[in-house]
């Protein structure tokens, strides 16, 4: 995504605020038609962060669809009914303003960030690009040549296409395992009137949330919301069936490659559900140099050049992800070893590496509470999902919690799935077959 932004006003009653906030600084109203407001004081702040947050992403979108909602995010910047793009810049970039979007699988999110006192403007400016989007033809033309570059682009990055690779072995044909940038025909064919009507059923009241943090008055900043989202049409929750796991093992060779790139993962609980759990154990298995993952597999063995490890928790499901980069005579040694850690994990917690684990994920939850739009897109996503935002206070104590016991519970659960494993890049012959024999999985 790349972007930029005025107001627009539209007038009804200003509800009573400050229902299911997490923390004190925190306050949330709810418009009559489903539209909801977050605002975070932070009063040591000179700036303040502002988002439109809408529950449409790429598992919202059918295949022929696919990719249909990165390209909104794109054109949405292009024309307004009442700006141009030249004018929507001006108007952003004349205060000062930073501007970007994001596209993902469970949303799409719209930003601004500057002056705080220039918060409820910032407001109107989104709405009126979340809202009065025209999408010119002409627009759609050029721009459509700069997102197939992106496409191109992405197809040319080794991991991200063992994650394209690695969703489908998770879900198949689920929407969930569709890429966010969609196929290289639908770029090419999706024409206005497609995204016009895409807008119109996904861009509802019910569906989105504005969110404001840093030092701004809350009232001053729901009447601004009320103003450019209090007319948006209610419309229904955009949910999705919740994926079932797959499992296998997927393989792209990807000629001129020296690496081999691979992602090993497995299915946990998602953010409804009880999860913590996880969140400790990916901590345990491979957060930081003094991690079993980075520790005994590089630094000792020199396995692999690049090792991560974390959990992907969304609203309709959750991913633990084991990401990895390696030379392709080290493939096979690296997955019997990580394996090997897996099921060690089962049998035994060391109580050091735990308090380790549990405080690495305790200082990530506070990192995302200090960082104002971190912590107002978590508190979106706590919306949808849950129809509260967690505290940091409630984050903490889950994860200070999580005893011994239900950490090995999760790597068990884990491993009784079919793991998928996703390999990318110069892979040696039988390589795949080795994977899957080792994992005791199917190929694709």
Partial sequence: MVPRITGRALNRRVPNVGAHAGDADTVIATFDNGARVVVIRLPHLATAAVSVFVRSGSQHESARLNGIGH????????????????????????????????????????????????????????????????????????????????????????????????????????????????????????????????????????????????????????????????????????????????????????????????????????????????????????????????????????????????????????????EASTAPGHLREYVRAVTGLLHLHVGATDRVALQRARNQAGVRVLSAHEEPSRRLELAALDLFALGRVRSCDELLASITATSPTQVRAAFARMLDATAAIAIAGKIAKGDAEHMARLLGQRGA
């Fill in 71 to 322: 390209v909104i995010e794109h054109m949405a910047f292009k024309g307004t009914r009442s700006r141009d793009c030249q004018q929507i810049n001006l108007d952003a970039e004349r205060l000062g303003a930073e501007v970007n979007a994001h596209t993902d699988k469970d949303h799409t999110a719209f930003h601004m960030r500057g002056v705080a006192r220039d918060a409820a403007a910032f407001v109107g400016m989104l709405g009126d690009i979340v809202r009065e989007s025209s999408f010119p033809r002409a627009e759609l033309e050029r721009e459509r040549n700069v997102i197939l570059h992106e496409y191109a682009d992405d197809e040319d990055d080794a991991m991200a296409t063992a994650f394209k690779q690695f969703d489908r072995a998770c879900f198949g044909a689920h929407p969930a395992a569709r890429p966010v940038i969609g196929t290289r025909a639908n770029i090419r064919r999706f024409t206005r009137s497609e995204l016009v009507a895409w807008v119109r059923q996904q861009y509802t009241a019910s569906n989105t949330i504005v969110g404001v943090a840093g030092n701004v008055d809350p009232d001053r900043i729901v009447a601004a919301a009320k103003a450019a989202f209090g007319g948006m049409p209610a419309g229904s929750e955009n949910l999705v069936a919740a994926p079932v796991w797959r499992g296998g093992t997927r393989v792209r060779h990807l000629p001129g490659s020296s690496m081999v790139h691979v992602v090993l993962g497995f299915p946990t609980p998602s953010l409804v559900a009880k999860h913590q759990a996880f969140v400790v154990a990916a901590a345990l298995l491979g957060e930081g140099m003094s991690s079993p993952l980075l520790d005994r597999l590089r630094e000792r063995r020199g396995l692999v050049y690049h090792a991560d490890c974390w959990t992907d928790v969304r609203d309709a499901y959750g991913q633990f992800v084991i």
